[in-house]
T-cell receptor, first 110, second 114 residues
Framework: QKEVEQNSGPLSVPEGAIASLNCTYS??????FFWYRQYSGKSPELIMS????GDKEDGRFTAQLNKASQYVSLLIRDSQPSDSATYLC??????????FGPGTSLSVIP | SAVISQKPSRDICQRGTSLTIQCQVD?????MFWYRQQPGQSLTLIAT?????????ESGFVIDKFPISRPNLTFSTLTVSNMSPEDSSIYLC???????????FGQGTRLTVV
């Protein structure tokens, strides 16, 4: 079983809609969870960190964490064409290493 | 987060040769890591660069192929040895910030082996 899994995508949403990205992880000892955005040809950019169960909101982004279900999600409200990118879920393992999921490609259609 | 500088930013190399990638951080950091991102793929952790001791390699990566140095708390190098076209990837250096949690990245090194 892969350590971090994401919905495979690609995901297409119309401009102004909500984009929902999902992630599951296998290490129950994980304590830190992240969402990165990566534009083509660029390095990953951290957009959200979440450490405790529940929701965390930052502007148009909301991260949701459920440790019991080993599930993390990212909601992007009022999606914009500039949000079109690959979104990477990442998890800190019990050994303080950051492991990345395979990524979900998001396309926001004007 | 610290500012991370990597060089070279890109290179085209002949098979059988080696390339050393340098990673410089503008402040002392405890943890430094090297990742590989193959075309169309996500990031795969190669190793943890430990200051003053040997690097800790992930499954599938070995020191002979990817020797790593970490002479101090601000600098690390990754060498890709005896390169083949399969080594064509982006190589990324990262540090985990003050909280030793999230990873922050340099701009990466885009390597093409011909």
């Amino acid at each position: 079983q892969k350590e971090v899994e994401q919905n495979s995508g690609p995901l297409s949403v119309p401009e102004g809609a909500i984009a929902s990205l999902n992630c599951t992880y296998s290490d129950r000892g994980s304590q830190s969870f992240f969402w990165y955005r990566q534009y083509s040809g660029k390095s990953p950019e951290l957009i959200m960190s979440i450490y405790s169960n529940g929701d965390k909101e930052d502007g148009r982004f909301t991260a949701q964490l459920n440790k019991a279900s080993q599930y993390v999600s990212l909601l992007i409200r009022d999606s914009q064409p500039s949000d079109s990118a690959t979104y990477l879920c990442a998890v800190t393992t019990s050994y303080d290493k950051v492991i990345f999921g395979p990524g979900t490609s998001l396309s926001v259609i004007p | 987060s610290a500012v991370i500088s990597q060089k070279p930013s890109r290179d085209i190399c002949q098979r059988g040769t080696s390339l050393t990638i340098q990673c410089q951080v503008d402040s002392q950091v405890t943890m430094m890591f090297w990742y590989r991102q193959q075309p169309g793929q996500s990031l795969t952790l190669i190793a943890t660069a430990n200051q003053g001791s040997e690097a800790t390699y992930e499954s599938g990566f070995v020191i002979d192929k990817f020797p790593i140095s970490r002479p101090n708390l601000t600098f690390s190098t990754l060498t890709v040895s005896n390169m083949s076209p399969e080594d064509s990837s982006i190589y990324l250096c990262s540090e985990t910030g003050v909280m030793n949690t999230e990873a922050f990245f340099g701009q990466g090194t885009r390597l093409t082996v011909v």
